[in-house]
Structures are given as C-alpha cells and as structure tokens.
C-alpha cells in the first residue's frame, strides 16, 4: 500500500498561485490513480482533480477548471497540483488520496480509496 505526505499549502492572497506535492512511498506510484480533494469547514470532502496511471487524462471540478492544474511524475513518485488565480472559496485543506482504479469513481469511492494524505491547509485571504 502507498503512503502519501502532501506539502505546498500555506496562506496566500486572492489571485496569487500556490504549488502543492503529493510523494508517495511504500509502492509503486505508477499503479495508483491519483486525485485531490479538498475540505473547507463545515462542507463535504470533494475531488478537485484528478489524473489517471500515466498521466495521460485528467479531470476537474467544475470550480477549479481553469486555474487548477494536476500532473505526476512517476519517476520521482510525486503529484502536483498548481493552483493559479486563487479565490477565498478555495480555502480548505487538501488531502491527496490513490487508488487502483478508473479516476471517475474516485470521487464517489472516497470511502474505499486505497490511501490518503493527511493534509494540507490552503488558505486564501487579503
């Protein structure tokens, strides 16, 4: 089973860009799909994005579509998700989750998901 630390996330202004990692260890990265969901006090855990085996398709939220980008490198067993044109609504903390499955479900799978992050606060404020 992998294990992922996720790191990046910090405070920053609306309309600035945060970078966030995600480095899996303990397996072999490139089995896992791999996704970002986010949390904001007192709403449900929802995918932000997502990205297949490869790297070859992606999916996002409809929110972030745009400004969110997420991509891997397997070689060095790591995700990314750039952030660009923040808004205060994207204030959460994100989790960084894989799974040996198609991306599509992984939203609804959240709770059977093979492993998660634990976390990272973003917050965007002025």
């Known amino acids: 089973q992998v294990q992922l630390v996720e790191s990046g996330g910090g405070l920053v202004q609306p309309g600035g860009s945060l970078n966030l990692s995600c480095v899996g260890s303990g397996d072999t990265f490139s089995r896992y799909a791999m996704a970002w969901f986010r949390q904001a006090p007192g709403n449900e855990r929802e995918i932000v994005a997502a990205i297949t085996y490869t790297g070859t398709r992606t999916l996002y939220a409809d929110s972030v579509s745009g400004r969110f980008t997420i991509s891997r490198d397997n070689a060095k067993s790591t995700m990314y998700l750039y952030m660009n044109n923040l808004r205060p609504e994207d204030t959460a903390t994100y989790y960084c989750?894989?799974?040996?499955?198609?991306?599509?479900?992984?939203?609804?799978?959240?709770?059977?998901?093979?492993?998660w992050g634990q976390g990272t606060l973003v917050t965007v404020s002025s």
């Open positions: 989750a894989a799974d040996r499955s198609a991306i599509a479900t992984m939203q609804n799978r959240q709770g059977t998901l093979d492993a």
